[in-house]
């Protein structure tokens, strides 16, 4: 009798779980909380250093850093602490229509009435969780992308303190235009540690939504049904980059309108997966950008302060 060889059936469910999950132990998580405590304290130390010199003569306006910005965060704040839900700009006696922007400072105003704290101690608090949040959302993204231990703890210190080396540079050489330093603070995460609330949420918020979309579009992605949970998850992150800094939603969609493009290109077919994970992105945003360009079009101070509000690119060659 012929022994007959029998290709044994995996149940699909077994395929599903032999994939790439994301798993990071607890060792791992105290030592980027660890890390991320010592890297919040570093960028405070400019703080302790002014509570403890003093500075007589002078009045502490609450910020070091983009110091001229961050008078218009306290502002923003004051009028949240006084009921205000819509920005109005204190610097103009022009009376003028407030709208719905930069939401987090009132918000921090309305939280900072209600708890009983000065706005300064306010604006200083949220920056720290602001930053343990990114710092812990960038691990993530590590652990998204990376299995190995030692590769992600690697991408953890290059993306918090080694992306651009203006900081070092510009001293070292003596230039103060160096354009990771002071001129795009939004793009290195440590570097936004020191200048505000949003920059460092934003940083956060882009690292989740990258994770997620990672696990969406690694192969085997689409029989996991735990992923094809997230999509709420998604228009969530979403509507909050919306509110923090809308302007990060443009790259991002437009990479996933042109991975979409690049799949009918090649199948000749629309996918209605990845079409509801795009538009799980992309529609949330939409009433908030409609709302964004009427307020630009209609109210002319919100025109003026949209116009001279722009940061020029640096050369692509520079920032390489």
């Known amino acids: 009798m012929r022994d007959t060889l029998v290709e044994p059936i995996v149940p699909k469910a077994h395929i599903v779980g032999a994939r790439y999950s994301v798993h990071i132990t607890p060792r791992e998580w105290r030592w980027v909380v660890i890390i991320a405590g010592a890297l919040v304290l570093l960028a405070f130390t400019p703080l302790v250093w002014v509570a403890l010199r003093g500075t007589p003569g002078w009045q502490f306006m609450g910020t070091l850093h983009n110091y001229l910005d961050g008078a218009t965060y ?43 704290v000065p706005l300064t101690v306010m604006f200083h608090v949220a920056r720290m969780f602001a930053a343990l949040f990114m710092y812990i959302a960038l691990y993530q993204l590590g652990a998204a992308i990376w299995q190995r231990k030692r590769t992600r703890f690697l991408f953890f210190g290059l993306v918090t303190v080694g992306s651009g080396f203006g900081w070092f540079l510009a001293p070292t050489l003596q230039i103060t235009t160096f354009p990771d330093f002071p001129l795009l603070p939004e793009a290195f995460p440590f570097y936004s540690t020191l200048m505000n609330v949003h920059f460092p949420l934003t940083l956060a918020l882009m690292a989740l939504l990258a994770s997620l979309f990672i696990q969406v579009l690694r192969p085997g992605g689409d029989d996991d049904p735990v992923v094809e949970r997230y999509w709420g998850l998604a228009g969530l992150i979403s509507v909050a980059l919306a509110l923090l800094y809308p302007q990060a939603l443009v790259p991002f969609g437009a990479a996933l309108a042109a991975y ?28 908030l950008a409609a709302y964004y360009t009427m307020v630009v079009m209609y109210n002319p101070w919100m025109s003026e302060w949209n116009r001279q509000n722009v940061t020029e690119a640096p050369s692509p060659l520079v920032m390489a």
Request: no cysteine; aromatic share 12%; proline share 7%.
């Open 74 to 116: 306290f502002s923003k704040m004051m009028l949240g602490f006084e009921g205000e839900w819509l920005v109005t700009f204190q610097h103009t006696p022009e009376t003028h229509g407030g709208a719905f922007i930069q939401v987090v400072y009132p918000l921090l105003g309305h939280a900072a009435r209600l708890i009983g």
């Open 260 to 287: 979409l493009g690049s799949i009918w290109w090649k199948d000749r077919r629309i996918h209605p997966r990845l079409l509801t994970w795009m538009l799980a992105v992309v529609l949330p945003a939409l009433p």
